[in-house]
């Protein structure tokens, strides 16, 4: 028996860890552009954007 049981194996619909690694790293990279092109600014950097509201519907 040269194969251990694994309980857990590897998703295979998970991403790879360099995926991931690589996605953090073009967020933070798209963060701090943005902050650096908002300073000095009131408002804070943010990553996502927010979900359209009814009135953003209306026009």
């Known amino acids: 028996m040269s194969e251990k049981f694994d309980p ?3 998703d295979k619909h998970a991403e790879s860890p360099k995926t991931a690694r690589r996605e953090d790293q073009n967020t933070k990279k798209q963060l701090d552009k943005g902050l650096r092109d908002t300073f000095p600014a009131s408002d804070p950097v943010s ?3 927010p979900a359209p509201t009814k009135q953003d519907a209306k026009t």
């Open 47 to 49: 990553a996502t954007q």
């Open 8 to 10: 857990a194996p590897h």
